[in-house]
């Protein structure tokens, strides 16, 4: 039954969207198809555009006009749907992209990581990829027990990257569902050498920060990106 639905709706669509062509031949059903693959891919496409060090310093005018209006405002960046795709840009205050951010990497929001110096798609980079490149890196200060109902916590690095990147900076994150096991060696870890850091997530207290940044790495390295913002003053 249900796929007597779908396929009746998809007639009525066809016969909506599809009933005529640019040389004035009526439409067929393979057209109809085929306009919507090509939707698809125009917007993979235009996430290999976006996601690039050629997008820095681009001017916001020239960016709206080529790829449209940002959705919505959050906090001092704009957000601009590519498709599935949630990107946000940060312009400084003469209107140039100071950063680029995809928010939900996945295969269906993807791009090859040799825009970004890199060298795997987007939805296979792990951290010890991405420190491939730096010169400089910190992992973040984070929620391993204790964390509350607001959200769950995310796990990732700054990466300073040397004069050949351009000096590119990298702000890597990993939600908790992809980080699970490693946030729970990590925490083990430190819970058993110092019983009385809690880890919360604001501070280090007595942990110094190049041991924190060592079992960090060694727990996280093979873990995946779920979302990367690359640019400059990205811990201002």
Same mark, same amino acid.
């Given at each position: 039954m249900e796929s007597r639905h779908f396929f009746a709706g998809f007639i009525v669509l066809f016969a909506l969207f599809g009933c005529g062509r640019d040389d004035g031949k009526p439409a067929t059903l393979n057209d109809f198809v085929s306009s919507i693959v090509s939707s698809g891919n125009s917007s993979v496409q235009m996430l290999e555009k976006v996601m690039t060090v050629e997008a820095l310093g681009m001017q916001k005018e020239y960016f709206e006009k080529t790829y449209g209006p940002a959705k919505r405002l959050i906090g001092n960046g704009r957000q601009y749907d590519i498709g599935l795709c949630n990107v $946000?840009? $940060? @312009?400084d205050k003469n209107d140039s992209i100071e950063s680029v951010e995809l928010l939900n990497i996945s295969k269906d929001c993807t791009f090859d *990581?040799? &825009? $970004? @110096?890199l060298q795997s798609r987007a939805d296979k980079i792990t951290y010890s990829e991405l420190f491939g490149v730096a010169f400089d890196w910190n992992a973040k200060l984070s929620c391993y027990?204790?964390? *509350? &109902? =607001?959200a769950d916590p995310e796990y990732g690095a700054y990466v300073d990257t040397p004069r050949v990147y351009g000096f590119v900076?990298?702000? =890597?994150t990993t939600n908790y569902e992809v980080a699970q096991k490693a946030s729970d060696d990590v925490y083990e870890y430190f819970k058993k050498k110092y019983p009385d850091e809690e880890l919360i997530g604001g501070e280090l207290g007595k942990i110094p920060a190049t041991e924190y940044n060592k079992i960090w790495f060694e727990k996280f390295k093979d873990i995946r990106l779920t979302g990367l913002k690359f *640019? @400059? &003053?990205l811990q201002k």
């Open positions: $946000i840009i $940060i @312009y *990581g040799k &825009n $970004i @110096y027990t204790m964390c *509350g &109902n =607001a900076e990298f702000d =890597a *640019g @400059y &003053n």
